[in-house]
């Protein structure tokens, strides 16, 4: 059973233009959404993280939205740069446990 | 800060044989995690523990996978005997105790590929 889907699997953008990648869950008791970037032969790193509260969370050019009526989150990466290529996963924990439930990732390809 | 620590980065072995990673948490890190990697797939978590006591253990295969974490601080993933469908990156991840501020903040290792032939 996939807790946490995530689309799409791969996308290329132009550098400047705006990423997008959405994820949709099942689960109503998660309450903790992160991003995670992950290089070539690197662990996942957090990116940006939201809770249910907010509609939407901006951290310089990344920004998550949120709409809990859907149960579906997105990342939206502006001013995409060629350094941002990289997968990103989306995860979501429930409220009292920190446990991680990923999804399938997404490659980002940013051409220059 | 020093970050999760994996060792080996890479292994290959044989169907059948044995092997095992080894994991050093962040520094007063109290919850520590590891998850299976399989190319193209999200992270999947096989077993969290609190200090040295076992959270989670419920997708680990329990009939090949053993894990612990003595003194609540290193700990040792062992996979014996190893089959092809093994054949994944092993992540090891660390985070603040449950209930923490940050419990949810998991700060991973670069991780441990293993091939199984």
């Known amino acids: 059973q996939q807790q946490v889907k995530q689309s799409p699997q791969s996308l290329i953008v132009q550098k400047g233009g705006i990423s997008i990648i959405n994820c949709a869950y099942e689960?109503?008791?998660?309450?903790?959404f992160p991003w995670y970037q992950q290089f070539p032969g690197k662990g996942p790193a957090l990116l940006i993280a939201?809770?249910?509260?907010?509609s939407e969370k901006k951290e310089g050019r990344f920004t998550i939205s949120f709409n809990k009526s859907a149960k579906q989150f997105s990342l939206h990466i502006m001013d995409s740069q060629p350094g941002d290529s990289a997968t990103y996963f989306c995860a979501a924990s429930r409220a009292g446990y920190s446990t991680l439930t990923f999804g399938k990732g997404t490659m980002l390809l940013v051409s220059p | 800060e020093a970050g999760v620590a994996q060792s080996p980065r890479y292994k290959i072995i044989e169907k059948r044989q044995s092997v095992a990673f080894w994991c050093n948490p962040i520094s007063g890190h109290a919850t520590l995690y590891w998850y299976q990697q399989i190319l193209g797939q999200g992270p999947k978590l096989l077993i969290q523990?609190?200090?040295?006591?076992?959270?989670?253990d419920s997708q680990l295969p329990k009939d090949r996978f053993s894990a612990e974490r003595l003194k609540g601080v290193d700990s040792t993933l062992k996979i014996q005997p190893a089959k092809l469908e093994d054949s994944a990156v092993y992540l090891c991840?660390?985070?603040?105790?449950?209930?923490?501020?940050?419990?949810?903040?998991?700060?991973f290792g670069a991780g441990s590929r293993l091939t199984v032939l």
């Open positions: 939201i809770r249910p509260d907010v």
């Open positions: 523990f609190q200090n040295n006591g076992v959270v989670d």
């Open positions: 991840a660390s985070s603040l105790g449950q209930g923490a501020s940050g419990a949810n903040v998991l700060t």
């Open positions: 689960n109503t008791a998660f309450d903790y």
